[in-house]
Every structure is written in C-alpha cells, then in structure tokens.
C-alpha cells in the first residue's frame, strides 16, 4: 500500500500543478480511502472535505454523492453531527436527483442513525 500512496501523492501534486482539479478531486478521494484503510480518520477526512468542496465547484453531483457519503460519516464520528446532518442531506438530494433510489435509501439510513444518537462509522462499503 505503500507504493500505491506514493504514486497517488505524486499524481496529486502534478494535478494542483496543473490546476486539474478533477485529478486533485478524485485522487483525494483515493488518498482519503487508503487513510480510512489504515485507520488514520483525520487524515481522511481532510482528504474527503477537499474532494467534496472540489465535486461541488465542477458540478459533479455524482462525486458530491460518492465522496459525502463518507465525509459525513467521518463527521458524524467526530462528534460533528450537525455538519454531519447537512452533508448527508445533501447527498440524498444528490442521488434522488441522479435517479439512484439505492444511494437515497443509503443516506436516509445514516441521517437516521444520526437523528437516533448513533454515530455512522466510516465505511467503504
């Protein structure tokens, strides 16, 4: 794993050299999943809050989707549920606008262990 975070870093800081902020998004987005992999939450979610105002600015709902999902987990876990909240909101508006009933059944499932109390733990699945 290594190796793979290497290469993505190098790709990342050839992106923001270039300006290429869909690059920069997506390899955030790749860094961030390996930080969640080896446990090292804030990290990602540095990564993720990056990714997620990057998919906002290009008008990617799809990444907006793919990567608040996470961001708002990562929030709620940290005891930022408020934030939490919005983001998953957002989310669902997102998918329910891509026509994804699975991705709006998935954000109101962690809007509601949110409202129940529970925190979402971070998961890639």
Same mark, same amino acid.
């Given at each position: #794993? &290594?190796?793979?975070?290497?290469?993505?870093?190098? +790709?990342?800081?050839?992106? %923001? %050299?270039?300006?290429?902020?869909?690059?920069?998004?997506?390899? =955030?987005?790749?860094? /961030? =999943? !390996?930080? @969640?992999?080896?446990?090292?939450?804030?990290?990602?979610?540095?990564?993720? #809050?990056?990714?997620?105002?990057? &998919? %906002?600015?290009?008008? %990617?709902?799809?990444?907006?989707?793919?990567?608040? $999902? @996470?961001?708002?987990? $990562? #929030?709620? /876990?940290?005891? +930022?549920?408020?934030?939490?909240?919005? @983001?998953?909101?957002?989310?669902?508006?997102?998918?329910?606008? !891509?026509?994804? *009933?699975?991705?709006? +059944? +998935?954000?109101?499932?962690? @809007?509601?262990?949110?409202?129940?109390?529970? *925190? *979402?733990? *971070?998961?890639?699945n």
């Amino acid at each position: #794993m &290594n190796d793979l975070f290497k290469s993505l870093e190098k +790709q990342l800081e050839t992106a %923001r %050299r270039r300006d290429d902020f869909p690059t920069v998004a997506k390899v =955030q987005w790749q860094l /961030a =999943q !390996l930080d @969640i992999k080896q446990d090292d939450f804030v990290s990602a979610l540095a990564r993720v #809050m990056e990714s997620l105002t990057l &998919n %906002r600015k290009l008008g %990617r709902i799809d990444g907006v989707c793919a990567v608040g $999902l @996470i961001a708002g987990q $990562l #929030m709620a /876990a940290g005891g +930022q549920k408020e934030q939490a909240r919005e @983001i998953l909101t957002e989310v669902r508006n997102g998918f329910q606008k !891509l026509g994804q *009933p699975r991705g709006v +059944q +998935q954000a109101d499932k962690l @809007i509601a262990l949110l409202n129940s109390g529970g *925190p *979402p733990q *971070p998961s890639l699945n």
